[in-house]
């Protein structure tokens, strides 16, 4: 390896090759309310003013999946590509809900400066996570996060701060915006987050593409070579874990604005386990592969819920367990891959997950 190599860019591929299957999932997922109303046989002037229907109820369901799918990449963005292990990532998350809905509520912010003081907040909890870096690494590190998670945890379920979290009920009777009620306007609100989720994804493209991308891969795979060319790598995952912070934080904001409630749980290690599933369901390292796994994962919990009732959880827990048995490289990276070999597939995964713990 060489510092040649780590700045130069993948092959370039036409923009068709590129962005042509992102273009007609998105194109599918624009008009997909209008093809729910069609076949629940609902007009288009209720479904467009928001009345009760399939078509709304689905548009709900993947709101959910949009904002799960951009706390997984940005997961996977500290995790696949920086390869620093983080088991207090859900953390992210629920600074955005809980900041968001505390400014709303209690403070009685409009939303614009609550976007402001949301992406500070990930920046400093970036920060907070950033200052052990040059001093713990791998398992150590993960072990560090979770303590941070944690207490965090601890504080938002406290009596003390109840008046203003919530406590272990949850934080309830956040105003929204008229113009984003996601009661009043789901369709405008759907195709925001829809909007949202997918710049996040073209940025993180970006962002691996580009030379600091380069540069962060370089650490996952022999940070000691990396740092031997000149480069401190202490700035370059800095930089993913103030990105990975500023998007979740924003996907837990919208999740305030589109939940009635806001959930202790997106606060505790449940929430990152989630997502670190929905990583190894779609794939490692693949950005495309988590936000997949957010949609199996969504789908499958409530499906499945529905269908199966008590029993769905040991379902679900079977077909997780078999999705990593026999693909190891994720949906998405063993398509990409072409490879079925489980055992190679096998070692590359625990090969990855131990450079991380290192």
């Known amino acids: 390896m060489d510092k040649s190599n780590i700045m130069t860019k993948p092959s370039k ?97 409009s939303l614009l400066p609550t976007v402001g003081a949301v992406i500070i907040l990930g920046i400093l909890q970036a920060l907070l996570f950033g200052v052990v870096l040059p001093r713990v690494t791998g398992l150590t590190f993960a072990l560090v996060t979770l303590g941070l998670a944690t207490v965090f945890d601890i504080l938002v379920k406290s009596r003390e701060l109840a008046a203003f979290t919530g406590g272990d009920v949850g934080l309830q009777g956040i105003p929204r915006p008229d113009f984003l009620n996601p009661n009043t306007e789901r369709l405008r609100f759907y195709y925001l987050i829809l909007a949202f989720a997918l710049l996040v994804y073209l940025f993180y493209r970006r962002f691996v593409d580009s030379p600091t991308g380069r540069v962060c891969i370089a650490a996952r795979e022999n940070e000691n070579r990396a740092k031997m060319l000149g480069y401190n790598t ?18 837990g904001m919208f999740y305030t604005i589109f939940q009635p409630i806001v959930s202790p749980e997106v606060a505790n290690l449940g929430f990152t386990v989630n997502g670190l599933l929905m990583i190894l369901i779609g794939g490692i390292g ?24 008590e029993n769905a959880s040991f379902i679900i827990g079977a077909i997780y367990v078999t999705i990593v048995l026999f693909l190891p490289y994720g949906i998405v990276g063993t398509w990409k891959t072409r490879q079925f070999d489980f055992v190679k597939g096998w070692r590359a995964l625990l090969d990855r997950l131990r450079r991380a713990a290192k």
Request: aromatic share 16%; hydrophobic share 60%; no cysteine.
């Open 234 to 251: 202490f700035y370059f995952k800095l930089v993913a874990l103030t990105i990975a912070s500023i998007t979740a934080a924003l996907a």
């Open 286 to 309: 693949t950005l495309s592969g988590p936000m997949l796994g957010a949609a199996v994962f969504k789908l499958m919990d409530f499906y499945f819920s529905k269908w199966f009732g």
């Open 13 to 109: 591929r036409s923009p068709l090759q590129k962005y042509g299957a992102l273009a007609i999932l998105v194109s599918l997922l624009v008009l997909l309310p209008f093809i729910v109303a069609v076949l629940d046989g609902q007009p288009f002037s209720d479904m467009l003013a928001s009345q009760p229907g399939q078509s709304k109820f689905i548009q709900g369901l993947f709101i959910e999946i949009f904002l799960l799918a951009v706390f997984a990449i940005s997961y996977d963005l500290v995790l696949g590509i920086t390869g620093l292990l983080s088991f207090g990532h859900s953390m992210f998350f629920a600074v955005g809900a809980y900041g968001a809905g505390i400014l709303l509520k209690n403070m009685g912010w």
